[in-house]
């Protein structure tokens, strides 16, 4: 075993205990792993990271110093904008859900830029109540829930895109400093996109990019 191997074993087990440690973002809902394929270097075999957005980038940062430059070289377009995709249904905000807390408007417009930038196809498995964590910044997250009894595939994340800038466009409070946004989005297909405070195993406001 190379010891970049022993390493990305190591990493991988952090994530899994991170991934245990969790919680659903509404109560009676499961979480399920959010996994990304990729390669740490042009010429290595794609391999697969657990966890939200900005953690598998800090991982992958830490297997190989190298693999943010070698990524911006090729990082193509931007993902499509919401407005060209499947707007939602119907959109909660705060006044509907207070059961949660509010996120920071700054950081999830973050993760949406970076979000932006992912061009493998999200997948989610079987539900319903089956919830994935895109992605967790500051004290603010991203899901992505599955209410369908089958797993579900993306082309890309331009339906996501749109849930999340649905949220932001209907349910940000202004008024704020700073601005909060806290909502949830039903798309076509028994899915949905869910904005809301956490603070389970996120990473540092203005973190990292992909």
Same mark, same amino acid.
């Given at each position: #075993?190379? *010891?970049?191997?022993?390493?990305?074993?190591?990493?991988?087990?952090?994530?899994?205990?991170?991934? *245990?440690?969790?919680?659903?973002?509404?109560?009676?809902?499961? !979480?399920?792993?959010?996994?990304?394929? #990729?390669?740490? $270097? =042009?010429?290595?075999?794609? #391999?697969?990271?657990?966890?939200? +957005?900005?953690? %598998?980038?800090?991982?992958?940062?830490?297997? @190989? =110093?190298?693999? $943010?430059?070698?990524?911006?070289?090729?990082?193509?377009?931007?993902?499509?904008?919401?407005?060209?995709?499947?707007?939602?249904?119907? %959109?909660?905000?705060?006044?509907?859900?207070?059961?949660?807390?509010?996120?920071? $408007?700054?950081?999830?417009? @973050?993760?949406?830029?970076?979000?932006?930038? %992912?061009?493998?196809?999200?997948?989610?498995?079987?539900?319903?109540?089956?919830?994935?964590?895109?992605?967790?910044?500051?004290?603010?997250?991203?899901?992505?829930?599955?209410?369908?009894?089958?797993?579900?595939?993306?082309?890309?994340?331009?339906?996501?895109?749109?849930?999340?800038?649905?949220?932001?466009?209907?349910?940000?409070?202004?008024?704020?400093? =700073?601005?909060? !946004?806290?909502?949830?989005? *039903? #798309?076509?297909?028994?899915?949905?996109?869910?904005?809301?405070?956490?603070? @389970?195993?996120?990473?540092?406001?203005?973190? +990292?990019?992909?």
């Amino acid at each position: #075993m190379t *010891f970049l191997n022993l390493k990305t074993l190591l990493l991988l087990g952090v994530v899994s205990v991170n991934v *245990f440690a969790i919680k659903a973002p509404t109560e009676g809902y499961g !979480v399920e792993k959010s996994s990304r394929n #990729m390669r740490l $270097a =042009p010429a290595d075999p794609s #391999m697969t990271l657990n966890g939200p +957005l900005e953690e %598998v980038t800090y991982k992958a940062n830490k297997l @190989n =110093p190298r693999w $943010a430059r070698d990524l911006e070289k090729r990082k193509p377009s931007e993902t499509t904008s919401g407005s060209a995709a499947a707007q939602p249904t119907d %959109v909660i905000c705060n006044n509907g859900l207070g059961r949660w807390s509010l996120a920071s $408007a700054y950081d999830i417009k @973050n993760s949406l830029s970076n979000l932006r930038q %992912v061009t493998k196809k999200p997948q989610i498995g079987r539900g319903p109540k089956a919830c994935s964590r895109l992605s967790c910044e500051g004290n603010s997250a991203i899901w992505w829930c599955n209410d369908s009894y089958e797993p579900r595939q993306q082309e890309n994340y331009a339906g996501i895109i749109a849930a999340i800038e649905a949220i932001l466009n209907k349910c940000t409070d202004s008024s704020s400093k =700073p601005e909060l !946004v806290l909502g949830q989005a *039903f #798309m076509l297909g028994n899915w949905n996109v869910i904005i809301r405070s956490d603070k @389970n195993y996120c990473t540092e406001p203005g973190g +990292l990019e992909v």
